[in-house]
């Protein structure tokens, strides 16, 4: 077990609905297992990185876009907040997040996702066809091993970041005849999500004991129902991140402010891309603003 250097961090500071059940990802494209073994290599944040930043999770911290297909063979098309946050704290990214990630296939790539490894309409995924940020050693290894994989054997890890949950959401709301919109439904849920992130959160402890920051999600729309149900899932997701001793970035709380300016909507207020889920540059900007308030407290 190694210990970040939370101090550290800070000194170098000185020098970073999606809702729970309106949540979409790629879509799943061809490809085989040898255009996974081509994703592009971590890259450092900045020329002067001192200390690695390792991010996990789904399509938000991946940076995706809706839409944007022709930029898929290339990872570096897209910025999420971990880059933002790895060049203002000068630390090294190591991106593991992949679009489509659920809790449940981000401990077992067989378990069911929504376009990382598979969908409900095909047994393809976004990273059996194009690059992720990093090189996993192969189609088979989950992100969970990854990140385990990774702590091990890297001894300057400062900084760790999970953000995951929404697409189980949106599993549920594909799977069920109200599309998830049930109070019994959003509880089921968020427990599931609990349990998961639970196992995460303990698997990553074992090799880790420096700070982990847990991003919580926003809602697409504040004025709308659906934004309660983000904060169902929000406020199980910070509970199990506190019980295993990691801090909360309230991604939920970090948009609402800007989107009340426009009626609650995050997509006029510029915080969401038009047609789509995903935050705008905009929107990184306010996760990576989240996460850095976070890490300097």
């Given at each position: 077990m190694r210990t970040g250097s939370i101090g550290r961090l800070r000194r170098i500071a000185v020098g970073l609905a999606?809702?729970?059940?309106?949540?979409?990802?790629?879509?799943?494209g061809g490809g085989t297992d040898e255009a996974a073994a081509s994703s592009s290599a971590p890259a450092a944040s900045t020329d002067s990185a001192s200390g690695t930043y390792l991010a996990l999770g789904d399509s938000v911290p991946f940076g995706f876009r809706g839409g944007a297909t022709s930029?898929?063979?290339d990872a570096d098309n897209f910025v999420?907040?971990?880059e933002l946050v790895g060049k203002e704290l000068g630390l090294e990214v190591v991106n593991a997040s992949c679009p489509g990630e659920t809790t449940a296939s981000f401990l077992d790539t067989k378990a069911q996702s929504n376009g990382c490894d598979n969908s409900l309409q095909s047994g393809f995924g976004y990273r059996t066809a194009y690059p992720l940020?990093?090189?996993?050693?192969s189609v088979d290894q989950?992100?969970?091993?990854?990140?385990?994989?990774?702590l091990a054997t890297t001894d300057d890890v400062d900084l760790v970041t999970l953000q995951i949950g929404a697409n189980d959401g949106f599993i549920c709301q594909q799977t069920t005849a109200d599309r998830c919109s049930s109070p019994a439904e959003v509880q089921t849920l968020a427990q599931t999500v609990q349990t998961n992130l639970d196992r995460m959160l303990k698997a990553l402890r074992e090799q880790y004991d420096g700070q982990i920051v847990v991003v919580t999600y926003y809602a697409l729309d504040y004025s709308d129902a659906t934004g309660s149900a983000t904060q169902v899932l929000d406020s199980g997701i910070a509970q199990v991140a506190e019980a295993n001793g990691a801090d909360v970035a309230d991604g939920y709380q970090a948009f609402q402010q800007k989107a009340s300016e426009a009626g609650g909507d995050s997509v006029e207020a510029g915080l969401v891309l038009p047609n789509d889920v995903h935050p705008s540059a905009?929107?990184?900007?306010?996760?990576?603003?989240?996460?850095t308030a976070v890490v300097e407290e």
């Open positions: 999606v809702c729970a059940v309106a949540v979409t990802s790629c879509s799943s930029e898929y063979s999420g907040y971990p940020h990093v090189l996993y050693d989950s992100q969970l091993d990854f990140a385990v994989t990774t905009q929107g990184q900007q306010l996760l990576a603003d989240a996460v």
